[in-house]
């Protein structure tokens, strides 16, 4: 079974700082793996996926994230954070059948201090 | 408008009470799912459906029931609701060819 490790469950960086957020995965098999933001009050948004394509994957709002065969690891990063891109972000995995589904880790809170 | 849709948005209720959360896509996928949201536990799946004829338990299906009325709809049921079933609920959609989701809103669920 697919299963998503997210160490910790809150980060705190100072704007302007590198934001990284780690996300580990197991599975038997190269997976697709997923980051989502939830702003407050809002519904989950796709951030970026990784599909077995290019090994670093760009986002939206200056995120990325690299795909490691090797580390079972799938972190996020963003080399300067803005206030607002504070808000809870999960990442998720899903095998590549076709009938496959998400598993999400338990989500990591960002906080962002002036 | 919104792609996925959920009413309520936010729902107060007490023990034992029935009720019955809803879901409506216009993104024309053929795949539906709802999750539950706790602090500290992220998303569990409770039942999705991979068509109209389709219905298959999650994580954490106990306690609740879904009915698939058309490709666009999906509800979810709690039947005799309980306090533990307090929660932030998200219907998500997606298409067979892709495993991205695309997730409503959420509704806020207290049972008192």
């Known amino acids: 079974a697919q299963s998503v490790t997210q160490l910790g469950s809150h980060v705190s960086v100072s704007e302007g700082a590198l934001v990284l957020l780690r996300c580990n995965y197991s599975s038997s098999v190269p997976p697709y793996l997923f980051w989502y933001v939830q702003y407050p009050n809002q519904g989950l948004q796709l951030l970026l996926k990784?599909?077995?394509?290019?090994?670093l994957v760009k986002g939206i709002n200056g995120f990325e994230a690299e795909f490691k065969k090797s580390e079972t690891s799938f972190h996020l990063t963003k080399p300067s954070a803005h206030m607002s891109d504070a808000a809870e972000y999960f990442c998720a995995v899903s095998d590549t059948g076709a009938n496959s589904k998400l598993t999400f880790g338990k989500g990591i809170t960002l906080s962002v201090r002036p | 408008d919104a792609d996925v849709t959920q009413t309520p948005r936010n729902r107060i209720t007490k023990t034992g009470k029935r009720i019955m959360l809803e879901c409506s896509q216009t993104?024309?996928?053929?795949?539906m799912y709802w999750y539950r949201q706790d602090p500290g536990l992220g998303l569990r799946l409770i039942y999705y459906s991979f068509d109209v004829k389709d219905i298959n338990k999650g994580e954490i299906s106990d306690g609740y029931s879904v009915s698939r009325q058309a490709q666009a709809k999906f509800s979810l049921s709690l039947e005799s609701a309980i306090p533990n079933q307090t929660a932030l609920y998200f219907c998500a959609t997606s298409d067979w060819r892709d495993h991205e989701q695309f997730f409503g809103p959420g509704t806020r669920l207290t049972v008192l």
């Open positions: 993104k024309g996928h053929d795949r």
């Open positions: 990784y599909t077995s394509a290019a090994t």
